[in-house]
């Protein structure tokens, strides 16, 4: 979505007409529970038309596919180890997030901090230590770490910007 009616709030050259109260109102039409169950939240910059117009070829698909298989073979070997017959984060209940979801000393400090300063939400939490999971699966991690918790939390930038009504 714009970040607002004009579509230029943040925009790096041209200037945003819009009002506080009218940027409010456009914001309040995704509301916070619903905002809430988006794990990946990323505010995307304009891009400029050398970055648009460049032909660097992306990582290839099939490498990626190999990274994903891997992940989810790591997560599975979890779920069977627990007796959980699921085959993916997504699928974890609440109660398996947190035998799933053990977090080293660091990690655990830093998303204490977040959790207070940004106050979120119950429902928060545990999407958080779901994405949290996923990049510790990536990584082949046992433990989720507080690299995990920071990249987690830099992809759900929504809760601490102009998107959250408590932060205008
Ligand atoms: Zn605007």
């Known amino acids: 979505m714009n970040p607002c009616k004009c579509g230029y709030f943040g925009h790096p050259t041209k200037a945003c007409t819009c009002s506080t109260e009218s940027r409010i109102k456009y914001m309040s039409r995704i509301s916070g529970p619903l905002l809430d ?27 990626i596919r190999a990274r994903v298989n891997r992940a989810r073979d790591f997560s599975r070997r979890r779920f069977e180890k627990y007796g959980f017959n699921i085959s993916c984060n997504a699928q974890m209940t609440p109660a398996m997030i947190r035998v799933c979801c053990e977090l080293d000393e660091e990690a655990e400090a830093l998303f204490k901090e977040a959790f207070d300063k940004l106050s979120l939400s119950p429902r928060a939490h545990d999407r ?30 929504l809760d601490k910007s102009y998107f959250n009504p408590a932060r205008m």
Not at 42 to 52: L, W
Request: charged share 35%; net charge negative.
């Open 37 to 63: 169950r988006i794990d990946l939240q990323v505010e995307m910059r304009t891009m400029t038309y050398k970055e648009i117009s460049e032909r660097k070829p992306g990582e290839p698909s099939a490498v």
């Open 128 to 157: 958080i230590l779901r994405v949290a999971r996923t990049i510790a699966d990536l990584n082949e991690r046992e433990n989720i770490q507080s690299s995990d918790i920071a990249e987690t939390l830099a992809l759900r930038n």
